[in-house]
T-cell receptor, first 113, second 112 residues
Framework: EAGVAQSPRYKIIEKRQSVAFWCNPI?????LYWYQQILGQGPKLLIQ????????DSQLPKDRFSAERLKGVDSTLKIQPAKLEDSAVYLC???????????FGQGTRLTVV | SQELEQSPQSLIVQEGKNLTINCTSS?????LYWYKQKYGEGLIFLMM?????EEKSHEKITAKLDEKKQQSSLHITASQPSHAGIYLC????????????FGKGTKLSVKP
């Protein structure tokens, strides 16, 4: 069974630039999560999708972050414009139902300079 | 809001030594999850504990949840370089179910 795929693995951008991350969940997984993990911190949930609908985006900085999951499969997370404090690993996870049964992707490491 | 405190923040041990990582919750846990993460990569699920006093083992790693369900420990016996990484405890958020709350992690280094 293929795992959660994320791309790119690494990205370096200058502040005020835009960036997008892509996630392909495990086939059949209805629930998809994006987490942000700043160095030295635990992951923090940014947004949760159930199929193509948003379940929880209360911690998503909506002035600069956006996410979509068209057709309820792949998802993209965008940052526009990026700030230095956005430097982090962005983790995508998917599950059939509960987060406690989720599988995590390898993450995208973003460095904003 | 619910918080998970992990200790120590980092740990360096000699290969072959035993070690323990602790995770303490500010509220009663209804499920405690341990993950391992290689630096800058995704999370690998290790174990889940749900019942007070529960203990689970996998290879040389043992996790326990105390009777009050507010503290968990992860014990590694005879550590190996392959055990190196960041260990994270997580719990389902009480305020927003479906959201995993994580501790800040414990960075483990194992010296050969």
């Amino acid at each position: 069974e293929a795992g959660v795929a994320q791309s790119p693995r690494y990205k370096i951008i200058e502040k005020r630039q835009s960036v997008a991350f892509w996630c392909n969940p495990i086939s059949g997984h209805a629930t998809l999560y994006w987490y942000q993990q700043i160095l030295g911190q635990g992951p923090k949930l940014l947004i949760q999708f159930q199929n193509n609908g948003v379940v929880d985006d209360s911690q998503l900085p909506k002035d600069r972050f956006s996410a979509e999951r068209l057709k309820g499969v792949d998802s993209t997370l965008k940052i526009q414009p990026a700030k230095l404090e956005d430097s982090a690993v962005y983790l995508c996870a998917s599950s059939l139902g509960r987060i406690t049964e989720a599988f995590f992707g390898q993450g995208t490491r973003l460095t904003v300079v | 809001s619910q918080e998970l405190e992990q200790s120590p923040q980092s740990l360096i041990v000699q290969e072959g030594k035993n070690l323990t990582i602790n995770c303490t919750s500010s509220k009663t846990l209804y499920g405690l999850y341990w993950y391992k993460q290689k630096y800058g990569e995704g999370l690998i699920f290790l174990m889940m504990l749900q019942k007070g006093g529960e203990e689970k083992s996998h290879e040389k790693i043992t996790a326990k949840l105390d009777e009050k369900k507010q503290q968990s420990s992860l014990h590694i016996t005879a550590s190996q370089p392959s055990h190196a990484g960041i260990y994270l405890c997580g719990a389902e958020g009480l305020e927003r179910q479906g959201n995993l709350i994580f501790g800040k992690g414990t960075k483990l280094s194992v010296k050969p």
